[in-house]
């Protein structure tokens, strides 16, 4: 092998002492192998001599088994053979036994095991080999998988199984992850929502989450109340779990007023959150039966509180406190909970820069004038980048703190406050109008405004100032949006700021269905191209295949050496090149030991 440096100077030294053959791609050689094409399951090249040159086809990959096909056929010439014999007893060849061997596992996952004898050289080989493969699988999802399904439960152990899968978290994942914390607001919350949407086989088979304590008590406080504004919508028929929809509408509102309260406690002893303006029962006049929201009074349209207390609006009653305690343990003891919990954990952030790509679930907090949205808390000014790391920091702390670390509280609190927070980038506007939708008639209460990143990121500038602060400054970058359903019926496209924003949510959501008139969006990424999936709603017997759509074709075939796993193969064959270096040189000492 010419191109090997070690035979390479050997030859010079000995070749008037010995008849020497040599064969190479780089270095001129007797024979050499030219127009190389590899593929994953092969390659071809010509193999040109001083005299002749000959096709040759390897039924094997690998840039190193051209090295053998052409040693191969420098033998086949020395020893008579014809071209046609060459060729065709290359085209036979067989691999020994864990060499190259390459297969599809059942989860998509592709085994390649060339564990046999393993060298330098063959685990150089080896990593050459995967830098030019194209076929590796990856799963991006971009948040809110608990938002508003039936049995999203089901969809995470599905996302288990597959062999490499990123989350990005979103708003909805991120009030469940609080809620397996034991954060007594994101239970509430993740429990109303549920609720309302009439979810209950996911609560009580999917997490096995214990509703008996709390129909018993909604039953009980709510007994001659019809709960009008609290009956379950959008229902999915529950397989296991169906409850009665009078029932169903009692607990909904006994859970969403138990909201309130403990939202309301939790902005009372966080003031860093400033979301006063959020603290809408302490705002209402029990006499009249009115509220005040942004200095303007508004007939409520249930006044049927029997658990508030009018001078202490956001006090738990007894029977309250000991309801959310069982509810606390139930949700902290589900196994099933706290396993998908763990997996978004150490497969999720949030956010990944990615192959040029940066992915994210929300928005980056702007202002107006297209700076960064700063977060102040404990006296330090967060923003961009920056404010994203902390944000993934305090969550992972929530989470795995020991309970009785007095920094924990404190992370739970703002895992909410990432629920519906005015600069959480996870939510991405300026207020939760949860409140309002239920009990204000004047829907200008309800508007929840948009952090102006959602304008602003149409522009292509602004895209290139939020690449560069994640580090993303090469052509063909691109930000990868969920969060917002694009409303694909009224003419939306979820390609924008001329190509560098795809915005994929879609609204895979039923909930979102009929204002978007789709099902979602899936970006795929392949060596050849970037396209949108679009998923049509689906429909037990119909056709259900999704429309794609090309969004930019690649200007060379992308593979693995071109990609950030192709990066720490490089990095990673340049270490073997260095230890084999340091060992020639006699850096690392040989073990004589025996």
């Not at 088994?65 to 085209?91: H, P």
């Not at 949700?331 to 940066?358: P, V, W």
Request: proline share 4%; with cysteine; net charge negative.
């Amino acid at each position: 092998n010419n191109d090997n440096d070690l035979l390479h100077n050997w030859s010079l030294q000995n070749k008037e002492k010995i008849e020497i053959h040599t064969f190479g791609i780089q270095n001129k050689s007797d024979i050499n192998a030219q127009n190389i094409q590899l593929r994953e399951d092969g390659s071809n090249f010509i193999a040109v001599s001083q005299t002749d040159s000959i096709e040759i086809q390897v039924p094997v990959g690998g840039e190193h088994f051209v090295y053998n096909a052409l040693c191969a056929t420098e033998v086949g010439n020395i020893l008579g053979n014809s071209n046609q014999q060459i060729q065709k007893g290359i085209a036979q060849f067989e691999l020994t036994k864990k060499r190259m061997d390459i297969r599809k596992l059942e989860n998509g996952a592709v085994l390649i095991n060339d564990a046999y004898n393993a060298s330098y050289e063959s685990m150089k080989a080896s990593l050459e080999f995967l830098k030019n493969y194209t076929g590796i699988r990856k799963i991006a999802v971009l948040g809110d998988i608990f938002d508003r399904g039936p049995r999203p439960d089901i969809i995470m152990d599905e996302l288990m199984k597959s062999h490499d899968v990123d989350i990005q978290w979103g708003n909805h994942d991120i009030a469940w992850m609080g809620a397996a914390c034991g954060n007594l607001a994101c239970i509430a919350n993740v429990l109303r929502i549920a609720i309302r949407y009439n979810c209950f086989d996911l609560l009580e088979d999917g997490y096995g989450i214990n509703l008996r304590p709390l129909s018993v008590f909604a039953d009980r406080v709510y007994k001659d109340d019809p709960c009008e504004r609290f009956m379950p919508r959008g229902a999915d028929e529950n397989i296991y779990d169906t409850v009665d929809p009078i029932l169903a509408a009692k607990m909904h509102k006994a859970i969403s007023i138990l909201q309130f309260k403990l939202e309301g406690q939790i902005i009372k002893r966080r003031p860093e959150f400033n979301m006063n303006n959020r603290l809408q029962m302490t705002c209402i006049d029990f006499t009249k039966g009115t509220v005040t929201i942004d200095g303007k009074e508004h007939p409520l349209r249930d006044t049927l509180l029997p658990t508030v207390d009018p001078k202490d609006p956001l006090k738990l009653t007894k029977e309250e406190e000991e309801l959310m305690h069982i509810l606390q343990m139930s949700f902290k003891h589900s196994t099933n909970l706290q396993r998908h919990t763990k997996f978004i954990y150490s497969h999720g952030g949030m956010y990944k820069c990615c192959n040029n790509n940066l992915l994210y679930h929300g928005c980056i907090p702007m202002k107006e004038n297209g700076e960064f949205e700063e977060l102040k808390l404990h006296g330090i000014l967060y923003s961009g980048k920056r404010l994203l790391d902390y944000i993934e920091d305090m969550v992972k702390m929530a989470y795995f703190l020991p309970e009785d670390d007095p920094m924990k509280d404190w992370c739970m609190d703002f895992v909410w406050y990432l629920w519906c927070g005015p600069i959480s980038p996870l939510f991405g506007k300026d207020r939760m109008a949860t409140f309002e939708t239920y009990f204000v008639a004047d829907k200008a209460t309800h508007k929840e405004n948009m952090n102006p990143y959602y304008k602003l990121s149409q522009k292509e500038e602004i895209c290139d100032k939020i690449l560069k602060e994640f580090g993303l400054t090469e052509p063909h970058c691109h930000i990868i949006n969920g969060h917002v359903p694009v409303k694909s019926k009224k003419g939306e496209s979820a390609i924008k700021a001329g190509g560098k924003l795809l915005v994929i949510d879609g609204g895979f959501s039923r909930a979102y269905q009929s204002k978007t008139g789709i099902a979602g969006y899936t970006l795929i990424f392949n060596s050849k191209h970037l396209a949108l999936a679009e998923h049509k709603p689906f429909v037990p017997d119909q056709e259900n295949t999704p429309k794609v759509m090309i969004v930019e074709h690649m200007k060379n075939r992308v593979r693995v050496a071109d990609t950030d796993i192709g990066k720490k193969l490089k990095s990673d064959i340049q270490d073997l090149n260095e230890l084999v270096a340091a060992y020639r040189g006699g850096i690392i000492k040989e073990n004589m030991k025996k």
